[in-house]
């Protein structure tokens, strides 16, 4: 990193070492319920650890994420595919998933709630549902977008359809599926909050905020807005990174090797 | 004519197959009444609650709720979007903190708003004005940022003041991208006043889901969701719309 690269990054966290000050220093001498030291968030998330409830919630909330990642990407995935090889398809299909996409994810909540209870099922689906539609979009736009010249080739090699699709649709249209993963898997991660909270205590990390705000206890809430915050950012991280490392990386090399 | 053949009568078909096949699973009781209450009785619900004015009560609640909300959340993001967009000392001083908040999943801001401002009006404007904030401040200053070079420099040229290559050059360029971001924004705004309104509320759409669902009135629970839907569609329209007068020479991105 250059000196003037170190010296920017020293004045970008002169404000949030300054709020930090600030606020350690006013409640030494102004501790009230609204504004609890953050020393006592610290304290909270010890606690927290020891007894193995943040264990717990970690374990509920990443499985719930987990699934419905699974779920809707794969979903996702295999419609916009369909979508992206079918004009027949894309014409009575595209317009209506355009519109639903349009509902906001949050007033499907009381309807799966009657449909699938106050139970993991309902906020699996929601965060399913949200991560549909990024690879959806992004899958079938990718297809749209492979060049003509390259799927002539194709014909000219005399390949099948289903080789052509392997072999050249999907290799070309993978920095578009690419994208399509990076967003379903942070905006997962925001509707698994959603989720979460609006379906009541039920064993997540968001568990660390309700309780905290019926309690009045402002040093649970702020230590679950910075938990929930640190791992939002490593998921961040983690899909930008996704396509690069371990199994991913053979799978998008193998891809582009077999063309 | 026969454009409109190819473009709309086709989803149009499977949107009436869908609701063909609702009104049939009603008819001969396919899903239990409980799950699932038949189209026609969504209707009658619908207009009853029309003609007692129900429904256009909470709506106006929700609506207002985001209007004051997306007007405080989106211009503070177009301000701040603008500084950091502009100056490039703002984006040192400020970028840090912007982006350190920012990974926090908005929802996460919901039960704080609540102790800090009370289950009333303040904690849900505070929440939407939260939502709509990050969409607008990102885009705005990308739209700032991208102003080409060359066209300042003909301001520059011109002898323009700072203030004038502000107004006439870096404010028309940057628009459609700010247009993006509000568009964006009052999505999500839309989604966070129906969310405050389901974590806790006395009026407005999302608490009259709530209470329907509490009362397993399914009907009022299916009506609440096509107007929250309803809503989300028509904003994004007239969005659209604004897009398309105000800036029409640039590509609607879908």
Same mark, same amino acid.
């Given at each position: 990193?250059?000196?003037?690269?170190?010296?920017?990054?020293?004045?970008?966290?002169?404000?949030?070492?300054?709020?930090?000050?600030?606020?350690?220093?006013?409640?030494?001498?102004?501790?009230?319920?609204?504004?609890?030291?953050?020393?006592?968030?610290?304290?909270?998330?010890?606690?927290?650890?020891?007894?193995?409830?943040?264990?717990?919630?970690?374990?509920?909330?990443?499985?719930?994420?987990?699934?419905?990642?699974?779920?809707?990407?794969?979903?996702?995935?295999?419609?916009?595919?369909?979508?992206?090889?079918?004009?027949?398809?894309?014409?009575?299909?595209?317009?209506?998933?355009?519109?639903?996409?349009?509902?906001?994810?949050?007033?499907?909540?009381?309807?799966?709630?009657?449909?699938?209870?106050?139970?993991?099922?309902?906020?699996?689906?929601?965060?399913?549902?949200?991560?549909?539609?990024?690879?959806?979009?992004?899958?079938?736009?990718?297809?749209?977008?492979?060049?003509?010249?390259?799927?002539?080739?194709?014909?000219?090699?005399?390949?099948?359809?289903?080789?052509?699709?392997?072999?050249?649709?999907?290799?070309?249209?993978?920095?578009?599926?690419?994208?399509?993963?990076?967003?379903?898997?942070?905006?997962?991660?925001?509707?698994?909050?959603?989720?979460?909270?609006?379906?009541?205590?039920?064993?997540?990390?968001?568990?660390?905020?309700?309780?905290?705000?019926?309690?009045?206890?402002?040093?649970?809430?702020?230590?679950?807005?910075?938990?929930?915050?640190?791992?939002?950012?490593?998921?961040?991280?983690?899909?930008?990174?996704?396509?690069?490392?371990?199994?991913?990386?053979?799978?998008?090399?193998?891809?582009?090797?077999?063309? | 004519?026969?454009?409109?053949?190819?473009?709309?009568?086709? !989803?149009?078909?499977?949107?009436?197959?869908?609701?063909?096949?609702?009104?049939?699973?009603?008819?001969?009781?396919?899903?239990?009444?409980?799950?699932?209450? !038949?189209?026609?009785?969504?209707?009658?619900?619908?207009?009853?609650?029309?003609?007692?004015?129900?429904?256009?009560?909470?709506?106006?609640?929700?609506?207002?709720?985001?209007?004051?909300?997306?007007?405080?959340?989106?211009?503070?993001?177009?301000?701040?979007? $603008?500084?950091?967009?502009?100056?490039?000392? $703002?984006? +040192?001083?400020?970028?840090? %903190?912007?982006?350190?908040?920012?990974?926090? !999943?908005?929802?996460?801001? $919901?039960?704080?708003?609540?102790?800090?401002?009370?289950?009333?009006?303040?904690?849900?404007?505070?929440?939407? $004005?939260?939502?709509?904030?990050?969409?607008?401040?990102?885009? %705005?200053?990308?739209?700032?940022?991208?102003?080409?070079?060359?066209?300042?420099?003909?301001?520059?040229?011109? *002898? /323009?003041?700072?203030?004038?290559?502000?107004?006439?050059?870096?404010?028309?360029?940057?628009?459609?991208?700010?247009?993006?971001?509000?568009?964006?924004?009052?999505?999500?705004?839309?989604?966070?006043?129906?969310?405050?309104?389901?974590?806790?509320?006395?009026?407005?759409?999302?608490?009259?889901?709530?209470?329907?669902?509490?009362?397993?009135?399914?009907?009022?629970?299916?009506?609440?969701?096509?107007?929250?839907?309803?809503?989300?569609?028509?904003?994004?329209?007239?969005? *659209?719309?604004?897009?398309?007068? /105000?800036? !029409?020479?640039?590509?609607? +991105?879908?």
């Amino acid at each position: 990193m250059s000196t003037r690269k170190k010296l920017d990054l020293a004045k970008g966290l002169v404000i949030p070492a300054l709020f930090l000050g600030v606020w350690i220093a006013w409640t030494r001498t102004h501790e009230s319920l609204l504004i609890p030291s953050p020393w006592k968030s610290v304290l909270t998330t010890k606690e927290l650890w020891e007894s193995h409830a943040l264990q717990g919630y970690l374990v509920t909330s990443l499985r719930r994420y987990f699934f419905g990642l699974l779920l809707g990407t794969s979903l996702g995935f295999v419609v916009g595919g369909l979508l992206g090889s079918s004009r027949w398809l894309e014409r009575f299909l595209l317009p209506n998933f355009n519109m639903f996409r349009q509902v906001p994810l949050v007033g499907w909540i009381p309807l799966l709630v009657i449909w699938f209870g106050m139970e993991d099922l309902s906020r699996v689906v929601l965060i399913a549902m949200g991560a549909f539609f990024p690879i959806l979009l992004n899958t079938h736009a990718g297809i749209r977008r492979v060049p003509a010249g390259y799927l002539e080739v194709g014909d000219v090699f005399g390949l099948s359809r289903w080789a052509k699709f392997k072999r050249i649709v999907l290799p070309s249209a993978l920095p578009w599926i690419r994208s399509g993963t990076i967003l379903s898997l942070t905006f997962g991660w925001t509707i698994l909050v959603a989720s979460e909270l609006l379906t009541q205590a039920n064993g997540g990390l968001s568990d660390i905020l309700d309780v905290g705000r019926e309690r009045f206890r402002l040093d649970m809430v702020n230590a679950g807005i910075v938990i929930l915050g640190l791992l939002g950012f490593a998921f961040n991280l983690l899909a930008t990174r996704l396509w690069s490392i371990g199994p991913l990386r053979w799978l998008s090399q193998n891809i582009h090797n077999s063309h | 004519m026969k454009r409109l053949l190819r473009t709309i009568l086709p !989803p149009l078909s499977v949107q009436l197959a869908v609701l063909l096949a609702w009104y049939l699973s009603g008819k001969y009781e396919l899903v239990p009444t409980t799950l699932l209450v !038949p189209p026609e009785r969504v209707w009658e619900t619908a207009k009853d609650m029309w003609s007692t004015s129900e429904l256009q009560t909470h709506v106006g609640w929700s609506l207002r709720r985001v209007f004051l909300g997306y007007l405080i959340g989106s211009g503070a993001g177009i301000v701040l979007g $603008a500084a950091v967009g502009i100056s490039r000392r $703002a984006q +040192v001083w400020l970028g840090p %903190t912007l982006d350190i908040f920012k990974q926090v !999943p908005v929802f996460a801001w $919901a039960p704080m708003m609540i102790l800090f401002f009370g289950i009333e009006e303040a904690s849900k404007l505070a929440f939407v $004005a939260v939502a709509c904030f990050y969409p607008v401040l990102l885009n %705005t200053s990308q739209g700032v940022q991208s102003v080409q070079s060359r066209h300042r420099e003909v301001g520059e040229a011109f *002898g /323009l003041s700072r203030t004038r290559i502000f107004l006439r050059i870096v404010v028309p360029s940057a628009i459609p991208s700010v247009l993006v971001g509000l568009r964006q924004s009052i999505a999500l705004a839309w989604m966070a006043v129906v969310s405050a309104e389901l974590l806790g509320a006395e009026s407005g759409i999302g608490y009259f889901m709530t209470y329907s669902r509490l009362l397993f009135q399914m009907d009022g629970v299916i009506v609440g969701v096509l107007a929250v839907g309803a809503i989300g569609i028509l904003t994004n329209a007239l969005l *659209g719309g604004l897009e398309r007068w /105000l800036v !029409p020479w640039t590509k609607e +991105v879908a």
